[in-house]
Every structure is written in structure tokens, then in C-alpha cells.
């Protein structure tokens, strides 16, 4: 059984710093992506940044393009958000996701989810 558990959200000031961790387990992630996705209330759930699990290849939304970094460490099948220079508009519910195949944006190609971690930047 897949598992995807986030961890490391909080309340940061804006201008600050927060990593986000995702661990995944129940499979191998060879062949699949690994994404962020993120929510805040009243919108639609909106990607943040996605890498391949093999090559290591990422993409991300314009909105966190040069402020955000994804990674992932295979040996602890773990990927990671590193948010740098965060804004209020920022603050949303944070998903880890994985899809089979390559990177991708859209959210219904994710065949599984984490329950989400909060993360609040104050101004």
C-alpha cells in the first residue's frame, strides 16, 4: 500500500524559510513523478513543482519558479520543498503526490496523495 506523508509546515514570516518533506513508501518510485501541489481555501488545488524520481528532471509553476526547489533522496524515498522568500500568498495546504511516468502539472494524473501539511505566511 502506497504511503505519502508530508511533515515540516508551519507559520513562517514572510521572507522566510520553511522545508517540507515527503515520505513515501509501500513501492518502488522508479519510472514515476513526484509532485506538490498546494490549496487554499476557496481555490482549486494548484501545482507547485514536480520532479522525475529517476532523472531527477523538475518543472515548476510560475508563481515559485526561483523561490521554491524540489528534490528528492532515493536511497530514503523521500522528496523535499525547499520554500525560500515566502509571501502570504503562499499559505495554502501542501500535497505530495505520485504519478506514473513522466513529470506533469495536472493534478488527475497523481495516482496517489498525502493528507496535506499546513503551511501559514504571516505579513
Known amino acids: 500500500q502506497v504511503q505519502l506523508v508530508e511533515s515540516g509546515g508551519g507559520l513562517v514570516q514572510a521572507g522566510g524559510s520553511l522545508r517540507l518533506s515527503c515520505a513515501a513508501s509501500?513501492?518502488?518510485?522508479?519510472?514515476?513523478?513526484m509532485g506538490w501541489f498546494r490549496q487554499s481555501p476557496g481555490k482549486e488545488r494548484e501545482f507547485v513543482a514536480t520532479?522525475?524520481?529517476?532523472?531527477?528532471?523538475?518543472h515548476y509553476s510560475d508563481s515559485v519558479r526561483h523561490r521554491f526547489t524540489i528534490s528528492r533522496d532515493r536511497a530514503k524515498n523521500t522528496v523535499y520543498l525547499q520554500m525560500n522568500s515566502m509571501k502570504p500568498e503562499d499559505t495554502a495546504v501542501y500535497y505530495c503526490?505520485?504519478?506514473?511516468?513522466?513529470?506533469?502539472?495536472?493534478?488527475?494524473?497523481?495516482?496517489?496523495w498525502g493528507q496535506g501539511t499546513q503551511v501559514t505566511v504571516s505579513s
Open positions: 503526490a505520485a504519478a506514473v511516468g513522466g513529470i506533469s502539472v495536472i493534478a488527475s494524473r497523481y495516482r496517489y
Open positions: 520532479i522525475n524520481w529517476d532523472i531527477g528532471n523538475t
Open positions: 509501500g513501492r518502488t518510485f522508479s519510472n514515476y513523478a
